[in-house]
């Protein structure tokens, strides 16, 4: 149950990262836009 609940953790960290990670992403890709318009 603990090693379970351990990857369950790790698993919910990665999924986060990679969501921040796109939306940054993102963000940044507006940003540059806006700045050549």
Do not use: E, I, P, W
């Not at 603990?2 to 999924?15: D, E, H, I, V």
């Amino acid at each position: 149950m603990s090693t379970n609940n351990g990857n369950n953790a790790a698993t919910k960290m990665s999924l986060n990262k990679s969501v921040y990670h796109r939306v940054f992403l993102l963000y940044n890709f507006c940003f540059a836009s806006a700045k050549y318009y």
